[in-house]
């Protein structure tokens, strides 16, 4: 990245820091009071080395704030039935206070069913039914982490979200869906679109706010950004590279790098809800 533009980075990696010793400190006095370690679960379902990476990841961040991580590494030829009563031990473990399952999971298991058997009140990343869907009324519950992890990044910056327009690149629902919800919430202007949107150029250059969340390296163009905006990239793709192209650094007032923007944040994020579950003592 040029040099140029560190002025203009949303550092995750310094959100992620501020956020883990706030959370860090929480744990350390409810344990020194003589409660017991929070536990976090993640279920992990085969040996896909991205997903091995990434709930590697999520364990050292619970070691850092002192939860303590339990993985439950499943066979690839895990049915959806076995993998259910798995997390219906876990809903019953008291020690639980998170469950997590890496996703995405192998061809023939119904992740939809995965995610929605696992208990509303332990369900970190928000990504059931139930959480998706308090969400959207503003009530309480967990938000999708790395939605969530968004508006977090946007909060530590002390961005103006009110009145602003917002366009989210992307319609997935643990992305694209509750990061537009949660920007609605805020009292933005929101526009969803998606790869087969048109003109779509023309849709993201009225952005204030611009959430790219699509999963396509570099789609989002430089001269699609107007001067001035504030750039989200919540893409992750094979050699580092986002859904924004980085040159978009040019236009954007602001803009989260990749990596070191958005992921470790999510990672921060899961650490703060499973906090907040602990708290509430599920």
Known sequence: ?????????????????????????????RVAAGEKVPVLATIIVGGDPASVTYVRMKGNACRRVGIEPRKVELKEETTTEELLAVIDELNADEDVYGILLQHPVPRGIDERKCFDR????????????????????????????????????????????EGKE??????SPILGK??????????????????????????????????????????????????GAVVIDA????????????????????????????????????MQQTTDSFFTGN
């Open 1 to 29: 990245m040029d040099e140029k533009y560190v002025d203009k980075i949303l550092d995750g990696r310094l959100v992620a820091k501020t956020m883990e010793a706030e959370i860090s400190r929480r744990i350390a006095d």
């Open 235 to 270: 893409g992750y793709n094979p050699g580092n590279i986002g859904d924004v192209d980085e040159g978009a650094f040019e236009n954007a007032s602001l803009m989260t790098p990749v990596p070191g923007g958005v992921g470790p944040v999510t990672i921060a994020t899961l």
């Open 166 to 171: 917002a366009v989210v690149i992307g319609r």
């Open 118 to 161: 696992i208990a509303p009140e332990k369900d970190v990343d928000g990504v059931g039914v139930n959480s998706l869907g308090k969400t959207a009324l503003g009530l309480g519950g967990y938000r999708a982490a790395t939605a969530q992890a968004i508006m977090n990044i946007l909060s530590f910056y002390k961005i103006p979200l």
């Open 178 to 227: 509750p990061v537009a919800m949660l920007l609605l919430n805020a009292n933005c202007t929101v526009t969803v679109c998606h790869t087969r949107t048109r003109d779509i150029g023309d849709v993201i250059r009225r952005a204030d706010i611009v959430v790219a969340a699509c999963g396509v390296p570099r789609f989002v163009r430089p001269e699609w950004v107007k001067t």
